[in-house]
């Protein structure tokens, strides 16, 4: 009688114990649990605008950058100075900096809990903040196609929705990005403190035209982070980037050499 106890015990443990399986394999894991993700559900908080700083502080912060820079090196657009900027460590960036003035926060982070590729490939995942895809390969205007390319660099450019403009959509650019473009092509460089001097020349670019009253006649643009995959690549974006207000229209490169017919 003893025994049967035992087996019915037993029988009931592995009973509960398939059962949780199965409701743990149903749920939804999170995007920090996976390697890559192919679909990832925005229920993550929504990127905000950041409020603007104080001129004088951007200067004084757009000063020590330029100084740790030429400490770094005094050529140019060298290639020896891109590859000790690959090498820089997250851990040396100044933790007492607002992430947006942090040059760490603009590229892949090294600080995950598990490393990224430890993890498994998801096919569903949530805590994105956002929904990424990609820019139109064309534009039509004046009865003409422009071609818009995607270059050759660690930059890429997307279409993301956001409630920070009227339109709803935003252009987001994604810098040091680890991956290339095109299949078989090599992970072009990046320079994080090059991306921050451009990210302080921005916000110091919006902050002047909201003090003069233009930002109603020019884009937003704004530093945010973003949580989000790339569309049919699944990579996981989880660092800051450029938002842009999208303003429909063509650049004028496009307009002087990408028109088809010319």
């Given at each position: 009688m003893v025994v049967c106890w035992k087996q019915l015990l037993l029988l009931l443990w592995l009973f509960?114990?398939?059962?949780?399986?199965?409701?743990?394999?149903?749920?939804v894991p999170h995007i920090s649990h996976c390697n890559f993700c192919?679909?990832?559900?925005?229920?993550?908080?929504?990127?905000?605008?950041?409020?603007?700083?104080?001129?004088?502080?951007?200067?004084?912060?757009?000063?020590?950058?330029?100084h740790h820079l030429q400490s770094q090196d005094h050529s140019h657009h060298t290639p020896s100075?891109?590859?000790?900027?690959?090498?820089?460590?997250?851990?040396?960036?100044?933790?007492?900096?607002p992430p947006e003035l942090r040059w760490s926060s603009y590229m892949a982070t090294a600080n995950d809990v598990v490393p990224k590729q430890l993890l498994p490939?998801?096919?569903?995942?949530?805590?994105?903040?956002?929904?990424?895809?990609?820019?139109?390969?064309?534009?039509?205007?004046?009865?003409?196609?422009?071609?818009?390319?995607?270059?050759?660099?660690?930059?890429?450019?997307?279409?993301?929705?956001?409630?920070?403009?009227p339109s709803g959509q935003?252009?987001?650019?994604?810098?040091?990005?680890?991956?290339?473009?095109?299949?078989?092509?090599?992970?072009?460089?990046?320079?994080?403190?090059?991306?921050?001097?451009?990210?302080?020349?921005m916000m110091a670019l919006e902050r002047i035209s909201l003090d003069c009253g233009l930002d109603?006649?020019?884009p937003?643009?704004?530093?945010?982070?973003?949580?989000?995959?790339?569309p049919g690549?699944?990579?996981h974006i989880r660092w800051y980037g450029l938002w842009m207000e999208l303003i429909p229209g063509i650049s004028l490169e496009n307009f002087l050499h990408k028109g088809d017919p010319k």
């Open positions: 509960l114990a398939v059962e949780a399986a199965g409701a743990a394999s149903d749920e192919q679909q990832c559900d925005v229920d993550a908080a929504p990127p905000v605008r950041h409020r603007s700083r104080n001129l004088q502080e951007m200067q004084s912060e757009m000063q020590a950058l330029l100075r891109t590859r000790r900027l690959r090498q820089l460590d997250p851990a040396t960036d100044d933790p007492k900096k490939n998801c096919t569903r995942c949530h805590g994105c903040n956002t929904e990424l895809s990609f820019m139109a390969a064309d534009s039509h205007y004046f009865n003409r196609t422009y071609t818009n390319e995607r270059g050759a660099t660690s930059n890429w450019l997307f279409r993301a929705s956001t409630a920070r403009v935003a252009v987001v650019k994604v810098y040091c990005m680890p991956i290339p473009k095109r299949p078989g092509a090599r992970v072009p460089s990046c320079s994080p403190l090059t991306v921050l001097r451009t990210m302080m020349l109603d006649i020019l937003n643009v704004w530093v945010d982070r973003i949580e989000a995959v790339v690549i699944g990579f």
